[in-house]
């Protein structure tokens, strides 16, 4: 990172080398073969940022990410990689329009290509190891308002794209969210992609909704969310074909994903403790084959040191 003051502005440089065999940098202590990822990954991140003007703080990146598919020994399956070069170029600007407005906005474009195994439409393996030309797009965005009240309440209305794959054309418009694929907003969402791409590989995606956060007591916060969830794309060209309802061609096939709703409690004991109580809650709409709700649930204890 280097910073040049006068100019109110950052410029980093970051490098990542991720090898999927657990034994690739060092021999583990009881060897069992695990794997990190899915795939070896090496990447490269250039990012500038300026905050020159308080209510529009902007910053553009460049991302390079290349996958490759690793070998298993015989009689072990090879994980669902895939080889890519992928080329990601980048915006965000946000700030505070005043003491309670607050905004941001984020968007990005993908090119390169990407031989992804879970392709399975048209038909199951059909051209799944061909590199296809990628072509895909993200944007992210929240508005917010600061009551500045005792109690700290905020309200936050979130928009978000992901592009899908298209399965009328040749070519790869799936978002790749790199190596984002972490709960940012959900821990449902981050595992009902498992079946339709990878676990945490959210794509074909639009999200929008409310989230309100409130400190009931100084130790405490307390925030709830709902979002509807729509896909971009009717058909998922990656999974398994009966899970969704547009590969099933079932009659009501659409591209509602359904009804999300979410509750944390996160207090605060000590400046070594702290602990949450995380709920959710999700209605699958036409866009799956199965309509029964699913549900989570998760108390955690974490200590600092």
């Known amino acids: 990172a280097y910073e040049i003051k006068d100019l109110n502005t950052k410029v980093e440089v970051m490098g990542l080398i991720q090898c999927?065999?657990?034994?690739?940098?060092?021999p583990p202590i009881n060897p069992q073969d695990y794997l990190l990822t899915d795939q070896n990954e090496w990447g490269a991140v250039f990012q500038v940022a300026n905050s020159s003007i308080k209510k529009a703080n902007l910053a553009g990146y460049?991302?390079?990410?290349?996958d490759s598919r690793i070998n298993m020994p015989p009689?072990?399956?090879a994980p669902p990689?895939?080889?890519a070069d992928i080329y990601t170029v980048g915006a965000r600007i946000n700030g505070m329009l005043d003491d309670h407005w607050g905004y941001w906005l984020e968007g990005a474009y993908q090119f390169g290509e990407k031989?992804?195994?879970k392709i399975q439409y048209p038909e199951p393996t059909a051209g799944s190891l061909d590199y296809r030309d990628l072509a895909a797009y993200g944007f992210n965005s929240r508005v917010s308002y600061l009551f500045k009240d005792n109690y700290n309440n905020k309200l936050d209305l979130s928009f978000e794209l992901l592009s899908g794959d298209d399965p009328g054309s040749g070519n790869d418009e799936m978002f790749d969210s790199l190596w984002g694929r972490w709960p940012r907003w959900s821990e449902i969402g981050l595992y009902s992609y498992a079946a339709e791409t990878r676990i945490g590989q959210q794509a074909n995606l639009i999200r929008l909704g409310p989230t309100w956060t409130v400190n009931p007591t100084k130790p405490m916060t307390f925030s709830a969310s709902y979002y509807a969830l729509f896909a971009m794309e009717g058909i998922a060209t990656r999974g398994a074909a009966s899970l969704f309802a547009g590969n099933a061609d079932l009659p009501d096939g659409g591209r509602f994903r359904g009804h999300f709703a979410s509750v944390m409690l996160e207090y605060k004991f000590s400046p070594h403790m702290k602990g949450h109580l995380w709920g959710e809650l999700?209605?699958?709409?036409?866009?799956?084959?199965n309509h029964e709700m699913i549900s989570f649930l998760r108390a955690q204890i974490e200590f600092t040191f």
């Open 75 to 77: 009689g072990q399956a």
């Open 81 to 83: 990689g895939d080889n």
């Open 282 to 289: 999700l209605f699958p709409g036409n866009y799956y084959a």
């Open 20 to 26: 999927a065999h657990d034994d690739a940098w060092m």
């Open 62 to 66: 460049f991302v390079y990410k290349n």
């Open 115 to 117: 031989a992804d195994p």
